[in-house]
């Protein structure tokens, strides 16, 4: 069974920085997306940037520039890298991987950041 635990959430300073990890337990097919999402109170969940197998990002507008993923080589581990924090930036943050093969969609239980003005 796979399961996505996300860690390193927290309260920052608008301008500040933090480091989300998502650690990924379980067998996942080669042909797996994964990525970040995130919902604001009363929003919808958005993607924030998701990683194609071959290495390929998309990052949300309001991403590029401030947040970077990574993830490990056997997909064990996935971060996202936060840096220019700003107060819309508060949500709760999910890690996601899709898996195209199994037709499995896995998700985190959320780590919420809050970023203070």
């Known amino acids: 069974q796979v399961q996505l635990v996300e860690s390193g959430g927290g309260l920052v300073q608008a301008g500040g920085s933090l480091r989300l990890s998502c650690a990924l337990s379980?067998?996942?097919?080669?042909?797996?997306?994964m990525g970040w999402y995130r919902q604001a109170p009363g929003k919808r969940r958005e993607q924030v940037v998701a990683?194609?197998?071959?290495?390929?990002?998309n990052y949300a507008g309001f991403a590029k520039g401030r947040f970077t993923i990574s993830v490990n080589e056997d997909k064990s581990m996935m971060w996202l890298q936060m840096d220019s924090l700003k107060p819309e930036d508060t949500a709760v943050y999910y890690c996601?991987?899709?898996?195209?093969?199994?037709?499995?969609?896995?998700w985190g239980q959320g780590t919420q950041v809050t970023v203070s003005s």
């Open positions: 379980g067998a996942i097919s080669s042909d797996t997306d």
């Open positions: 990683i194609s197998p071959s290495g390929t990002t």
């Open positions: 996601n991987a899709a898996d195209w093969a199994n037709y499995h969609d896995y």
